[in-house]
């Protein structure tokens, strides 16, 4: 890989990662009800999955589910489902205790899960694989630097958003702002749900 590809590698990864949607909503959304602690626990996870999810499609996995429309449809309705359900579950948390208690939990295993019904990522690892790694005569050592890469994005990102979830935590906690709060991740959540319809 010349540094040209390595250099539009990063570029779309920073874009991409960095850019909102389910992953960066939620940890914020975790961070700022639950504390950054809690929410690493997702954060964690969004690098494993997402990573998980790329080593497929290098496999061709994601190429099959791109072929069979059936298939297609049922990962995005399975996001989509899960996003309002995440989203329903984040705009009724009025209070730092009882977003604490139970109203949102995202755990390890649901973060590498989300990645698999997320079609942003989807999308993000077919356009890596297909770009840089698929067609080579040197791809597996193209996929040994690309998955790293993707891998300190994914984790990068996503810190960064808890962080900031993390730092509002005190001052949404006064009134009625983390209600507020909560409901415009959800309602991004939302959007997000909308957009993978028309994806």
């Known amino acids: 890989m ?37 929410a690493m626990r997702f954060v964690l996870a969004v690098p494993v999955g997402w ?5 497929l499609c290098a496999a061709g996995i994601g190429a099959a589910v791109v072929a069979v429309p059936a298939l297609r449809v049922v990962v995005k309705a399975l996001g989509i489902a899960y996003l309002l359900f995440l989203s329903w579950k984040l705009a009724d948390s009025r ?10 939990q995202v755990g390890f295993i649901q973060g590498i899960a989300l990645q698999f019904v997320n079609v942003k990522a989807w999308l993000l690892a077919l356009t890596i694989v297909a770009g840089w790694v698929a ?22 990102s996503n810190f960064v ?11 949404l906690a006064q009134g009625s702002r983390l209600l507020w709060f909560n409901r415009a991740m959800a309602a991004v959540l939302v959007l997000t749900a909308i957009w993978m319809v028309r994806a």
């Open 51 to 55: 990573t998980l999810l790329l080593l």
């Open 135 to 156: 067609g080579h005569g040197d791809a597996l050592h193209r996929l040994a630097v690309v998955a790293p890469v993707m891998l300190v994005f994914a984790f990068a």
């Open 2 to 38: 010349n540094w040209q590809e390595f250099t539009a590698l990063m570029v779309l990864a920073t874009a991409m990662s960095f850019s909102p949607g389910p992953n960066t909503t939620l940890s914020t959304a975790l961070a700022a009800n639950g504390g950054l602690p809690r």
């Open 161 to 171: 958003y808890a962080l900031a979830g993390a730092l509002l935590r005190n001052w």
């Open 95 to 104: 209070t730092l205790g009882q977003a604490n208690r139970a109203s949102l």
